[in-house]
């Protein structure tokens, strides 16, 4: 008889590579790339290197650094590609907005000033709210508790702008408060707020929501008791947009609730209803709200806008047909940085319409790279989502990933006259602190979902009555 021993042991779980090694090499390219575009800027304004060129870069170096080396210490399996990419379109856009401050055309507006250095404030801010996200939320699941309180806090910085004295009218818009010295968009920072509420009631709701009583032209339709919570939400959408005359912000909240619900349920009977109530909704509101209906009257014809607003008659404006130039003289590969004629659209060319600027001086093809960065900020979310382990990181990553999906195409749909303008801002390009603040929040979310879904799971312990095993053969 011969006897051989086998020893067994547990096998431990491959640790996943945590690629912060790539993220830093990506990192030194989204710094690099805005340095030589604000470098190429200055040649072709002054003939000569700008005179900030190393502030700027050792600025934005120190920005992407310092971010870095918290998302390596506090989120080491975060995804490698959200901070790069946010870091490359937060730079670019500090750049047109510089280039936008030596236009001598914006220089003789009425109190005009330079908005480049107050960006690179706001910049620093949310790169410092983004650190404190990773710093402070160890775990993203802690947001479920909050789910209810999220719902009123949301709601209390949807109605700020209303209150008398701190609420202001921006063009048309009552989406502003002022602060101090400050002017700031609750509605930049309510969208994440109610992405935690939605999530964390979708998370409870699902499955009663995924039931249908009965089936009509192919579509599961829901029990009336559970068209509630859409009907309530499309009715603040509605209040929104009627009460300040906030359409970006309506189709915002809305769409993103109609995404999670869809997500959350597996039912196209609530999309399909969900585009019908915002149709129904937007063409009400238009039809006797002025400042929507001028800017539906500005998509249908911005000729004859643009030629009402030469005549000087009050209420119109010529800014739609002004970007519409913009992006036909750019051609394919645009008319080079700091040579565009963009600054024509005068006080919005920073804000509103930065992305006319991008499309006349870098043209389609730079047009189209812009586009490709925002798409993959948002697969990179949709990733998130699918790789996270509990249903409310599921939900809270599609809820944030599909909110930065319709402000971009809101935006950008809206700069090229494909739907009404609605007055958002393009995320991390455009001027304004309250969208480059709130968007690196969302960001820092996005990222601190990410560590936790491709984090490992840890090995099983060791069971000692296992660590031997004797075989006997004969």
């Not at 945590?18 to 575009?37: D, G, K, Q, W, Y």
């Not at 958002?424 to 969208?435: N, Q």
């Amino acid at each position: 008889m011969s006897s051989s021993t086998t020893h067994t042991s547990t096998i431990g779980a491959i640790g996943a590579p945590s690629r912060r090694n790539t993220e830093l090499a990506l990192l030194a390219f989204a710094v690099v790339i805005p340095l030589f575009a604000y470098i190429n800027v200055g040649l072709a304004i002054d003939g000569e290197l700008p005179t900030g060129m190393l502030g700027y870069g050792c600025g934005l170096g120190l920005l992407a650094g310092v971010s870095h080396i918290v998302v390596r210490k506090f989120a080491p399996y975060a995804d490698p590609l959200l901070l790069p990419l946010a870091t490359l379109l937060n730079g670019l856009g500090l750049v047109v907005i510089w280039r936008l401050d030596q236009s001598k055309r914006l220089q003789q507006l009425p109190n005009f000033s330079a908005a480049a250095p107050n960006q690179l404030m706001y910049s620093a801010i949310g790169i410092a709210l983004f650190v404190g996200v990773l710093l402070l939320l160890k775990d993203h699941r802690v947001l479920q508790r909050y789910t209810y309180i999220s719902m009123v806090g949301a709601i209390i910085l949807l109605l700020l702008p209303l209150v008398p004295g701190l609420g202001m009218n921006v063009f048309g818009a009552k989406i502003w408060i002022r602060v101090g010295g400050f002017s700031i968009q609750p509605g930049e920072f309510a969208k994440i707020v109610i992405a935690i509420f939605f999530a964390g009631y979708l998370m409870v709701k699902r499955d009663a929501l995924a039931l249908a009583s009965r089936r009509f032209m192919g579509l599961y339709l829901p029990r009336g008791r559970d068209l509630g919570p859409i009907v309530v939400i499309w009715i603040i959408s509605i209040l929104i947009l009627v009460f300040e005359t906030d359409l970006g912000t309506s189709l915002l909240f809305f769409g993103m609730f109609v995404v999670m619900l869809y997500v959350a349920t597996e039912r196209t009977s609530w999309i399909v209803f969900g585009l019908l109530m915002s149709a129904v909704g937007a063409v009400g509101v238009a039809s006797f709200e002025p400042h929507v209906k001028q800017r539906v009257d500005a998509w249908l014809d911005p000729m004859r806008e643009y030629t009402l607003s030469q005549e000087g008659v009050v209420g119109h404006s010529e800014q739609a047909m002004q970007a519409l130039w913009a992006f036909g003289s750019g051609g394919t590969l645009g008319t080079g940085l700091g040579q565009g004629n963009s600054d024509l659209i005068k006080f919005a060319a920073n804000s509103d319409f930065i992305l006319a600027t991008f499309g006349e001086e870098l043209g389609l093809a730079g047009i189209m790279a812009i586009l490709l960065i925002y798409g993959l900020i948002v697969e990179r979310g949709v990733r998130t989502a699918l790789a996270a382990r509990d249903p409310f990181g599921k939900l809270l990553a599609i809820g944030l990933s599909g909110a930065f999906a319709i402000q971009v195409f809101v935006v950008a749909g809206g700069v090229m006259s494909l739907i009404p303008l609605t007055g958002m801002t393009m995320p991390f390009l455009a001027y304004g602190g309250s969208s480059v603040i709130a968007n690196w929040a969302l960001i820092g979310i996005l990222i601190r979902i990410s560590d936790t879904a491709r984090r490992p799971a840890p090995a099983p312990a060791p069971n000692p009555d296992a660590e031997m095993t004797q075989v006997v053969r004969p």
